[in-house]
């Protein structure tokens, strides 16, 4: 039974890490796939009314504007839905400057097909949201999208 | 005591586990990517040009109220019930169009009180300050299904595609540009223009 003789006994070997590398390159490309890229976080709630009819959004000409009630930890800003762009609450009148400005960092051939991404919680009154399609008629940025979860079809 | 030697771990195949797991992610994980339904706001209109007269019989009138409840023609709906009623008045084809043409496409029931013709066909919507957005929302997916089921039947009927796939098409070769195809989608667009007005709600 000499096949199953103990080695030698001999000092505590050295554990390989040759491995140690692939696994760290594994979790990189996992993080690199799943994350998704967020410039702002949300001060507000932000659950997405569901619709079928949709379109892809093309990243490169949109800017966004969120709307929705100040979620739990931002109770100080009141009940009321309150619209957010970037990282900020802003008020009504402050939406014609942020997305002209958007519209100005964009790169000079989108600048004209500018698309406002509109993320708006669902229980959001629609008067805001025509308050603000109302300031973007007189930022003459017409094209919008109302950005929904996509329903399966029936 | 003598130290036991603890036997070397092959770690050659560490390599493939690690491959085997990042594709595992790679096909399960998704990019979330965003959707949603894309619409044209009309530009501000200064001018003091008379709005031309609209017939009755070519608008077609939504109302949500505050509530969330819809008045359609001045009747009632449930929600469910839109799609159809839009398709209707859309498809109904009673008369003829600014050029004088009659709708040969439409498969409606050409009734001489609902719409003329697609042209000429407008759906007007118009909601209140404390209506909710999921119901608005739901309301313009709805007419906004309308025009795409029609359009949709238009481009089976003309080139014996869905009007989908050209759509996609155009958008893969967005930089080699295809004549034809964006004729086809012109064509059709033609066909059943989206005439989709809102009004602005109230001020109260």
């Known amino acids: 039974m000499s096949k199953f003789k103990n080695k030698k006994q001999g000092d505590l070997p050295a554990i390989s890490t040759a491995s140690l590398p692939d696994i760290v ?10 994350t998704v890229m967020r410039d702002s976080s ?3 709630e932000n659950i997405l009314p569901s619709a079928d009819q949709v379109e892809k959004l ?4 949109t800017t966004f504007i969120y709307a929705g009630k100040p979620s739990s930890q931002f109770k100080q800003f009141g009940d ?3 619209i957010q762009i970037n990282d900020a609450f802003v008020g009504i009148e402050d939406i014609r400057p942020a997305v002209l400005q958007a519209q100005a960092d964009m790169n000079e051939e989108l600048q004209s097909k500018i698309v406002v991404g509109l993320k708006v919680d669902k229980n959001t009154h629609a008067g805001l949201v025509s308050d603000i399609k109302q300031e973007l008629r007189k930022a003459n940025t017409l094209k919008v999208m109302y950005i929904t979860n996509a329903k399966a079809e029936q | 005591m003598a130290k036991r030697a603890a036997p070397e771990v092959n770690a050659g195949s560490m390599a493939d586990i ?3 797991l990042l594709i595992f992610f790679l096909v399960t994980t998704t990019i979330e990517k965003d959707k949603g339904i894309l619409r044209s706001l009309p530009p501000i209109d200064d001018s003091e040009v008379e709005p031309p007269i609209i017939k009755q019989k070519n608008l077609f009138t939504v109302l949500i109220n505050r509530n969330n ?3 359609v023609e001045d009747e009632q709906m449930e929600l469910k019930n839109l799609r159809k009623a839009a398709i209707e008045f859309l498809d109904n084809g009673g008369d003829t169009n600014a050029e004088g043409e009659r709708c040969d496409y439409c498969r409606g029931k050409r009734s001489p009180s609902s719409s003329d013709h697609p042209d000429k066909a407008i759906i007007s919507m118009k909601h209140d300050r404390e209506t909710s957005y999921d119901k608005y929302i739901e309301v313009q997916n709805e007419l906004v299904a309308a025009y795409n089921f029609l359009r949709e039947r238009e481009a089976q009927r003309l080139y014996n595609r869905s009007f989908q796939s050209m759509l996609d098409e155009k958008e893969k070769n967005q930089f080699k540009k295809d004549e034809k195809l964006n004729d086809q ?6 066909l059943f223009p989206m005439k989709l007005s809102e009004a602005e709600p109230d001020k109260n």
Do not use: C, G, Y
């Not at chain 1, 093309?58 to 000409?61: A, C, E, V, Y």
């Not at chain 2, 989608?185 to 033609?190: G, N, P, Q």
């Open chain 2, 69 to 71: 409840q819809l008045l």
């Open chain 1, 80 to 82: 009321e839905p309150r």
């Open chain 2, 18 to 20: 690690a491959f085997l």
């Open chain 2, 185 to 190: 989608i012109e064509t059709i667009k033609k």
């Open chain 1, 42 to 44: 949300l001060m507000i």
């Open chain 1, 58 to 61: 093309k990243k490169d000409r």
């Open chain 1, 25 to 34: 390159f594994m979790l990189l490309f996992f993080f690199m796939v799943a």
